[in-house]
């Protein structure tokens, strides 16, 4: 968190496409029999191209037994051609009746290639997803994948694929797991899923989805869960900020609001760096780099107390530690908001800046940057996502700005949230006043683009099961 934005460069956009239409393939091997207590898969495309940004396999699993079935003992595979041998793909859940959240995927590659497959899909549940009774079904999986550096995929010569299969119907070149026995499909022949030949080792390419999510339940800044998750609240003096400002650990309190607890980040000065106290909560691993980041914060235009005009700055950002002056392995992805202006800018105006790397004096700065001088006073989510191409950022759903690949990350970073004062110019009064800023979740997933949207649909699935709070993104 540096105290300049530099000037940044103009969105360029990712688009989604959904393609319709294509030829289906005709090759039908025999069908497995479900057994007497078994599972059938139903599988349409909504990207039915030969070619397509990414692959858009939707699927339906019902309980064809007569016994309930956990959703966490199934498994689903999609078997296709890889693009290249050294491709690399990712997967996205867009919508799922169960929720997004309860739904995994991971790529593995077969053992036995054949001209139509050498690597598959496998589509998983966590516990949270339930049961099946039996004639149940899951309702709609709409599932996705494309290659990590977005190019075009060829799906026509996929063992899965169908690209005529825009209904619903029963598709038995996936196969379906129960408990690790195959009940359904038929895999690419050598390839059944339960051979044990079958490669699990840590070379497959890596499907990431790891998480960490936060929905900030905590008594106080004291509660010793927020430690063992992770967090540190800071105490430790210097930048950025005014200077003699103190940074207060008891001014990051948890309050209720709209059902949910949020983290509240309280600021206070009387118009001193004595009086001056700032806050700011922060992973103590630097373990986060590519992948998808969003938070629900509320800003303030005005201070809960007290006179207002303070040059104060809002954030939720990610970082790593500058190693030495324009070190090229800095990273740092700011979204900041400037109620009263500051940096000179004369009133409100929210940045998001992606930053290569600076020289703290003389002051230079290599970065990116966009911003929308407006008042953004209230709730908000906020979301950055990071691929091998480009840097995204979103405001409520809604683009906020695309930034180049020279800024991508070389390292991992922490993920931070911070309140802090940029001079005592704004407002000279030496009548206290305060200013909050809340937070309601965090996340983070790993090496997978979501969109606004699979945020939304992720954050409210760990909300219906209960979950407040996981962490399985592995140390670096």
Known sequence: MR?????????????????????????????????????????????????????????????????????????????????????SYRFACSWAVRGCAAVTGTFGTLSHPTPTADRYLEVGFTAAAGSLAPGADTGDLQLRFYQSNWQTLRQSDDY????????????????????????????????????????????DPPGGGQTLFDDFDYSSHTDPAISAHGWSVRSNSGGPGVPGATWDPSKVTFVSAGGNSVMNLETSTAGTGASTTQTEVLTKSTKFKDGTYAARVKFADAPKSGPDGDHLVQTFFTINDLKAPMADDYAEYD???????????????LYTTSWETYNPDPWQ????????????????????TIDGSAITYHVDGQPFGTHGAQYLPERPMSINFNQWLIDLNGQTSTTPRAYDQQVDYVLHVKDQVLTPAEVAAKVAGYRAAGTAFVDEVPAP
Do not use: C, M
């Open 3 to 87: 105290n300049r934005p530099a000037v940044g460069r103009a969105r360029l956009a990712l688009a989604l496409a959904v393609l319709l239409g294509g030829g289906a393939l005709t090759a039908h091997p025999a069908q497995a029999a479900p057994a007497a207590d078994g599972l059938s898969v139903q599988y349409r495309t909504s990207a039915g191209g030969a070619t397509a940004d990414q692959t858009e396999p939707w699927f339906k699993v019902r309980n064809t037994g007569s016994s309930t079935v956990q959703l966490s003992q199934v498994k689903i595979r999609y078997y296709f051609k890889a693009d290249s041998p050294n491709a």
């Open 365 to 384: 700065a290599v970065n990116q940057h966009s911003e929308q001088r407006a008042g953004y006073a209230g709730w908000h989510d906020l979301v950055v």
């Open 335 to 349: 979204f900041e908001y400037l109620p009263n202006g500051g940096w000179g800018e004369p009133s409100n105006i």
């Open 160 to 203: 899965s694929f169908n690209g005529a299969q825009t209904s619903y119907a029963n598709w038995d070149k996936v196969t379906a797991q129960l408990a690790g026995a195959t009940v359904w499909g038929a895999a690419p022949e050598g390839n059944d899923p339960t051979d044990p030949t079958d490669p699990t080792d840590p070379t």
